[in-house]
């Protein structure tokens, strides 16, 4: 589920909404109804599993894989891991 908000990513909210992958809201009343469809239909994370599996396949810059990014899991942005993980 994306809302379609942000003036600098509104291509990124309606291409994932094309591809299956998100469901796009203009308004923030509508993201509870919005969240219960993405997350009750497993059509959403086939998609999403398929732009994944795109991204992945796409060529990058030169050393841009191994950038170090914030570490999601442990919760703590003061903890980093290598992108080539999963």
């Given at each position: 589920?994306?809302?379609?908000?942000?003036?600098?990513?509104?291509?990124?909210?309606?291409?994932?909404?094309?591809?299956?992958?998100a469901r796009v809201i203009t308004?923030?009343?509508?993201?509870g109804a919005a969240a219960q469809?993405?997350?009750?239909?497993?059509?959403?994370?086939?998609?999403?599993?398929?732009?994944?599996?795109?991204?992945?396949?796409?060529?990058s810059k030169p050393g841009l894989?191994?950038?170090?990014?914030?570490?999601?899991?442990?919760?703590?942005?003061?903890?980093?891991?290598?992108?080539?993980?999963?």
């Open positions: 589920m994306t809302r379609d908000h942000s003036q600098r990513h509104p291509f990124n909210a309606a291409r994932a909404e094309q591809l299956g992958a308004d923030p009343g509508d993201a469809e993405v997350l009750s239909d497993p059509a959403f994370r086939e998609a999403a599993r398929e732009v994944q599996a795109q991204n992945q396949n796409l060529p894989r191994n950038r170090q990014k914030p570490n999601r899991r442990s919760g703590h942005a003061g903890e980093f891991y290598a992108s080539g993980g999963s």
